[in-house]
């Protein structure tokens, strides 16, 4: 089992949609969660961590549950602009190291 | 006032030669990192540095080698290019765990074609 796992997508979405995905972790023990985004041929980009009582940025929203394992991200009322891979990274330990999914594509249609 | 930045941005060489990639950060953060993103989009670890020194030395060839001048730099040297040593290479930055959100602040990537 990897360490992070994303389902890779493309997830295809009507503009103004909503649009959830989730990420596990295997090590029950880990301690932060994020999630980058990375648009086509950039660096990724740090767009919310994910706290244990979970957290919102304006149309996004992150939740984490611990008992399975899994972190989520929503996005509300989806803009053409929110195309990208959404990265899920978690730190098992609070060490320097972090884990990074492979990522999930995303891709909003007009 | 580019937070982390990485040079050359772009690097075409022949197989069997020698290059070097820079990055620098201005953010005043003491750990650094260099990532491999291959074909697959896969971000691999390769290298962190904390105050300069060397703190995760992923299985990489020995044919890669990281040099921290300081803490704000990180390069990388990468002797006798083969095609699989194709890829983006990213740099990164981020405060020491427990300072709040560590969240890295990657470089622009260094698209590495060797030919």
């Known amino acids: 089992r990897k360490e992070v796992e994303q389902d890779p997508g493309p997830f295809n979405v009507p503009e103004g949609a909503t649009v959830a995905f989730n990420c596990t972790y295997s090590?029950?023990?880990?301690?932060?969660f994020f999630w980058y985004r990375q648009d086509c041929r950039k660096e990724p980009k740090l767009l919310m961590s994910v706290y244990s009582s979970g957290n919102e940025d304006g149309r996004f929203t992150a939740q984490l549950n611990r008992a399975s394992q899994y972190i989520s991200l929503l996005i509300r009322d989806s803009k053409l602009s929110d195309s990208a891979t959404y990265l899920c990274v978690v730190n098992p330990d609070s060490n320097y190291q972090l884990i990074w999914g492979a990522g999930t594509k995303l891709i909003i249609k007009p | 006032d580019t937070a982390v930045s990485q040079t050359p941005k772009y690097l075409v060489t022949q197989m069997g030669n020698d290059k070097s990639i820079k990055c620098e950060q201005n953010?005043?953060?003491?750990?650094m990192y260099w990532y491999k993103q291959d074909s697959k989009k896969f971000l691999k670890i390769m290298f962190s540095?904390?105050?300069?020194?060397?703190?995760i030395n992923e299985t990489v060839p020995n044919r890669f080698s990281p040099k921290s001048p300081d803490k704000a730099h990180l390069n990388l040297h990468i002797n006798s290019l083969e095609l699989g040593d194709s890829a983006v290479y990213f740099c990164?930055?981020?405060?020491?765990?427990?300072?709040?959100?560590?969240?890295?602040?990657f470089g622009s990537g260094t698209r590495l074609t060797v030919v």
């Open positions: 540095y904390n105050n300069k020194e060397l703190i």
């Open positions: 090590n029950s023990a880990s301690q932060s």
């Open positions: 990164a930055s981020s405060p020491n765990p427990g300072q709040g959100n560590y969240g890295y602040t």
């Open positions: 953010l005043g953060h003491d750990t």
